[in-house]
């Protein structure tokens, strides 16, 4: 059973209906028990990050969180990536979950606007199981800020006008910037493959 973690602030339906076109049994919640027990966690976020961690702690699953996701696979979408990281500097200073290393800043990419909109191809840096070795991979971005982390910590990036860490893995954790509910068979493909898991 896949878990996507409603802390209202998530893009729930759309994930939801990825994971059934691809046959995964899935729940949306907002209980930590029912967190606990699932076999993988999915992490969606739509909007603000400080409002985001607000919303979650109100729902008093940050520490579930935490607590869970060194014992099983987790996955942040979007927004729900950006707050793996240690903070973020959307709004002010803001903490994050602290499950990756780094921060989340402002993008700067040269010429090109924010947010970033469109598709965009994977560059692999390094072996990840949600990816292949496939060249000419494309996914689906919206958004105005980007992780900065280490490059051990990024599985693959996309060019914008800057080096944009699209999916980050750090053991368990799994954070994808793009929103793989959106981004064709490439984006279901890395579902099922975290699904796999």
């Not at 990825?18 to 049994?25: C, S, T, W």
């Not at 930590?32 to 992490?43: G, S, T």
């Not at 910037?177 to 796999?196: A, C, T």
Request: aromatic share 8%; hydrophobic share 40%.
């Amino acid at each position: 059973m896949t878990v996507i973690i409603d802390y209202g602030a998530g893009n729930l339906f759309s994930v939801k209906n990825a994971l059934e076109h691809i046959g995964v049994q899935n729940e949306i919640s907002s209980d930590p028990e029912r967190i606990k027990v699932a076999d993988r966690l999915i992490l969606p976020g739509v909007g603000a990050f400080p409002d985001a961690m607000r919303m979650l702690d109100k729902a008093n699953l940050t520490s579930v969180i935490k607590e869970q996701a060194g014992k099983k696979p987790l996955m942040g979408i979007c927004l729900g990536m950006q707050m793996l990281f240690d903070k973020s500097s959307e709004f002010g200073l803001t903490d994050g979950l602290g499950l990756i290393p780094g921060s989340v800043e402002l993008m700067k990419p040269e010429g090109l606007p924010i947010p970033h909109i469109g598709w965009n191809e994977l560059e692999k840096n390094g072996s990840c199981p949600l990816l292949t070795e496939d060249k000419g991979e494309y996914v689906y971005f919206v958004h105005s800020f980007a992780a900065v982390t280490d490059s051990r910590y990024v599985a693959a990036y996309c060019d914008y006008g800057m080096k944009v860490p699209a999916l980050v893995q750090n053991g368990l954790v799994f954070g994808c910037q793009f929103h793989p509910e959106k981004s064709g068979e490439i984006g279901l493909d890395i579902l099922r493959r975290f699904n796999s898991l």
